[in-house]
Nanobody, 125 residues
């Protein structure tokens, strides 16, 4: 059974940094794609960053140059390093995965089928 568990969210002032983690388990395929999405109150969920099995990445324009997605296969953990945070980054952040790897990895929600419970990020200005 696939499990995705996010952690690392919290409250930070604008300009600060946070690192989100997503511990994953239950995958039996050797190739898969993973991503971070976020949803702010009253808004639709949007893709933030994605990574595939060979390390290729995709970023939303709003976070390019500020956020970095990475994964540690030995630890079965996905990360999202968030720097220069802005108030508009405030949202619930979700880890997601799909048992297929494509290049470039998409930020297309229907592509992904497994989701974590989310971790809240609040940025105050």
């Amino acid at each position: 059974q696939v499990q995705l568990v996010e952690s690392g969210g919290g409250s930070v002032q604008a300009g600060g940094s946070l690192r989100l983690s997503c511990a994953y388990s239950g995958y039996t395929v050797s190739t898969y794609s993973m991503a971070w999405f976020r949803q702010a109150p009253g808004k639709e969920r949007e893709g933030v960053a994605a990574i595939n099995s060979d390390g290729s990445t995709t970023y939303a324009d709003s976070v390019k140059g500020r956020f970095t997605i990475s994964k540690d296969n030995a630890k079965n953990t996905l990360y999202l390093q968030m720097n220069s945070l802005k108030s508009e980054d405030t949202a619930m952040y979700y880890c997601t995965a799909a048992p297929v790897s494509v290049s470039p990895p998409p930020l297309y929600e229907p592509f992904f089928g497994d989701w974590g419970q989310g971790t809240q990020v609040t940025v105050s200005s």
